[in-house]
């Protein structure tokens, strides 16, 4: 078994199974899902899923927030399910519920954008790196080093049609190839060099207008503006669109038994000139005004724009928003060779990182220190998910301080007219990308300042402001007494026999990741609280139950193997989430034979879920236990 196939299972199984999937893709740190019926999902159980930081829905997708390996989970996903690598059109959910245009535009964005974005990060560091090389006389232009390593920086930028044509294709349910071929038309060296060749134009169109355009070759008569596609991101994504509706026509029109050769021959005569002559000059217009736009806005007041992008970049980012900059900061690039849009942004990975620093320096509290430390790192290269959802929302003033923290910051990178030179690594990674055409500027100390100033304003304002609150935030820290070593007793939540964790066939809990304990066959179906303590977990589908000591041992009681997929059938609680229980209360009921009868176990691990907080947990030695019979000790 992978090491995450588990994990994509229950999550398959959690929005819904793979009947209610109609297409997967994934981000730095998120599963995209698209579902036919998202009331099929059981977010609840996603939400406490060990491996799952949380569950965002926004833009027409079911996002579930992994972590820094997503990559590794979302191949254990795609096997596991055996979903297809095509993606239908985003126009509706897929079970018939219209989505919004704005959300459909960001699901079309984000699948268009989301594959290429690593190794456009990538070669974006090459790129930078080899500036800062440049800058600081370790490289000169004509050496042979400089220019490899140039090359390796821009070539998927160059190309970058080519690349988004196979995205695009996918994303809009056509030939990847067709796509790709159509990208690659667009940046063929014998097209792209006619205008810089030194020709004379046959004539000019729109003389004397915004659009004025040389013409020096026509196509069937018909005049072709041509225009620079290299790098370029607006015009192939249309014509990948467009293609992908002929290709779809031209499939149903052409016999089957010629169409793996003829629905491409005809697709790529009908879309390329279409878009050489109509696609692309348009696009690359509206393109233009969009880049001219955002400048105008920007140069309003860089300060405004600065602070506005500090402060929000963080929400866009758990909304799932901040896709719409992308395309309009790449545009930018393009057309002007910079772009000042994203990079009040700089600041705000930093200001969450301080933010999270602070508290892990501050907090007395063993669980949050442990999830603040891997945070920390993971912030520190530019990923922030693990931070805001686990640590900084939850509390929402250390949110909102590290969202003040990226604002100052986003100001003084304004301020200093800071600009991205091209699309980089994310975190400490994404300086060489503010390095420009004359080296270390200006605006390249801004975004240093920047970013230090977030970072700082982050850590001293939680150290002022954070109160470590064990009690409200459902982990209390063991209390301490003199004594060197300390126990704890955790009474028997069920009557019935013991059995080793090890033996189970779950290996979340025979191999002890989830916590030292033990297994228990009930002899009745009832649980009752082990400990006194607070109720802090309990499944929309009533087969787990956390609870907390009044001095911090986290139990979890997991009734049966697999019994999620009962969805809440045969199980009764007796309490809800937030209750404050003593040892010896009625937690839940269950129906056992029911359970048995349609095929499940009712083996239940009981583990101490925060074994890594204490020097040890002990299980019992009896083999029968009744209960409220010591099953647990717990050595602090």
């Known amino acids: 078994m992978g090491k995450y196939e588990k994990l994509a299972q229950d999550i398959i199984q959690n929005v819904g199974g793979r009947e209610n999937v109609s297409s997967l893709e994934h981000c730095v740190t998120r599963l995209r899902f698209r579902l036919k019926d998202e009331s099929k999902a059981q977010t609840d159980v996603l939400k406490n899923m060990d491996g799952v930081v949380t569950v965002v829905k926004s833009g027409g997708q079911y996002q579930v927030v992994i972590g820094n390996h997503v990559p590794d989970v979302y191949a254990e996903v795609n096997a596991a399910g055996g979903f297809s690598a095509e993606s239908g059109d985003s126009g509706s959910s897929g079970s018939g519920e219209k989505v919004s245009l704005f959300s459909r535009f960001v699901d079309m964005i984000s699948g268009v954008f989301a594959p290429t ?46 690349f988004l044509g196979f995205t695009a294709s996918k994303k809009f349910g056509g030939n990847h190839f067709i796509g790709m071929a159509i990208g690659a038309a667009l940046v063929y ?129 758990i909304f799932g928003l901040h896709w719409g900059f992308v395309p309009i900061a790449i545009n930018n690039l393009t057309l002007l060779g910079k772009d000042p849009v994203l990079a009040g942004m700089f600041g705000a ?116 402001t954070f109160k470590d609150d064990p009690v409200a935030e459902g982990d209390t820290p063991v209390k301490k007494t003199d004594s060197v070593i300390q126990q704890e007793t955790v009474g028997s939540p069920m009557k019935g026999n013991v059995i080793a964790l090890s033996t189970i066939k779950d290996e979340a809990f025979s191999t002890g990741a989830m916590g030292k304990g033990v297994a228990i066959e009930p002899l009745e179906g009832k649980v009752y609280s082990p400990v006194d303590g607070v109720l802090t977990s309990l499944f929309s589908s009533g087969h787990a139950i956390g609870i907390t000591s009044d001095t911090g041992v986290e139990i979890l009681i997991h009734v049966g193997q697999d019994t999620v997929k009962l969805k809440g059938r045969h199980f009764t609680p007796k309490v809800k989430q937030g209750d404050t229980v003593k040892k010896g209360d009625l937690l839940m009921e269950f129906d056992m034979d029911a359970i048995r009868k349609e095929g499940y176990v009712l083996t239940t691990p009981i583990i101490i879920s925060n074994t890594g907080s204490y020097l040890d947990v002990i299980e019992t030695e009896k083999k029968s236990i009744g209960y409220s019979d010591n099953l647990l000790t717990v050595v602090v």
């Open 117 to 162: 974005l690593g190794v456009l990060a990538a070669t974006g560091m090459i790129k930078g790196f080899n500036a800062l090389f440049l800058t600081l006389g370790w490289l000169t232009e004509a050496s042979g080093t400089y220019q490899i390593l140039n090359a390796i920086g821009d070539c998927l930028f160059f190309f970058f049609p080519i």
């Open 189 to 317: 060296p014998n097209i792209s060099g006619i205008t810089s060749s030194g020709a004379e134009p046959l004539y000019t169109l729109f003389g004397g207008t915004l659009f004025e355009s040389p013409v020096y070759i026509t196509f069937l008569g018909i005049p072709v503006i041509l225009m620079t596609y290299s790098s370029s991101v607006i015009p192939i994504i249309i014509a990948a669109f467009v293609g992908s509706k002929i290709e779809k026509f031209f499939k149903r029109t052409i016999p089957s038994v010629v169409r793996t050769f003829l629905v491409p021959f005809c697709t790529l005569l009908v879309i390329v000139p279409l878009t050489f002559i109509l696609i692309g000059p348009i696009a690359t217009w509206a393109g233009t005004l969009i880049g001219n736009g955002t400048l105008a806005i920007y140069n309003f007041s860089p300060i405004a724009a600065g602070i506005i992008m500090g402060a929000f970049w963080q929400v866009f980012v």
């Open 349 to 464: 990975s930093f200001a969450q990182t301080g933010v999270v620093l602070a508290i892990l320096l501050k907090t007395k509290n063993q669980k949050l220190r442990s999830l603040s430390i891997p945070a920390v790192i993971s912030g520190i290269f530019g990923v922030t998910e693990p931070a805001i959802y686990g640590i900084t929302l939850p509390r929402k003033k250390p949110f909102i301080v590290s969202c003040i923290a990226a604002a100052v910051g986003g100001g003084i990178i304004g301020a200093m007219g800071t600009q991205g030179y091209r699309i980089g690594g994310l975190g400490i990674f994404g300086i060489p990308s503010y390095i420009g055409p004359n080296g270390l500027d200006a605006g390249f100390y801004g975004a240093i300042i920047g970013i230090i100033v977030s970072f700082v304003l982050g850590v001293a304002i939680t150290l002022f």
